[in-house]
């Protein structure tokens, strides 16, 4: 709980319904009258709006992983320092819609680079700021990419392999089994109030905990 405020982060694939949680927890603390914020990765700043236009335009097909990695990186030192810090520092609660995970899940292991080195040039990027919660909303690929298609042209990495994407997954789950006490994983094909429900309810823990 970084400067007295409280960061939570939301992870995932495609068509999860992040966006859609972080919404409703947002509503949810704004009524217990708790000061909170939202935000996500990539473009939550006028420069990480300009580095998401690159990463996820699909014209952009030169891009070399090693490139993405950085972009994305380059895009959380932004994010840390102008919005994370500052709001945790006031004791707000923040909830993000994406974070280092992706990285690690994405081009970790989508793009196949070093886990490590991508783990290296994250904690740089962010100085080591870490979720004091990161609710993964889990589903098959195939389930989740054709809700996000249904729902707008594929960006870049929606467009890729259905292998690709069963790879971040499978990251995903490994990060949250090897921490089990800072994450909360849900099963993303049930309802969005059930899982509303759940959210609230970890997240009521949490904040009782709060200093």
Known sequence: MAGGGVFIAFEGGEGAGKSTQVQRLHGWLT???????????????????TLRSIVLDPANTQLSPRTEALLYAADRAQHVHEVL????????????????????????????????????ISRWATEGLTPDLTVLLDLPPETGL??????????????????????????????AGAEPARYLVLDATGSPDDLADAVRVRVAELLAGRP
């Not at 249904?150 to 990060?175: K, P």
Request: net charge positive; hydrophobic share 40%; glycine share 12%.
């Open 146 to 175: 054709a809700r996000a298609r249904g729902r707008a042209a594929a960006d870049r990495l929606e467009g890729e392999s259905v292998g690709f994407h069963q790879r971040v997954r499978a990251t995903f789950l490994q990060l």
């Open 85 to 120: 810090s500052p709001a945790l520092a006031a004791g707000e609660v923040v909830v993000t819609d994406r974070y280092v995970d992706s990285s690690l899940a994405y081009q970790g292991a989508g793009r196949t680079l070093e886990p490590a080195e991508v783990r290296s």
């Open 31 to 49: 009524e217990q009258g708790i000061a909170a914020r939202t935000t996500r990765e990539p473009g939550a700043t006028g420069i990480g709006g």
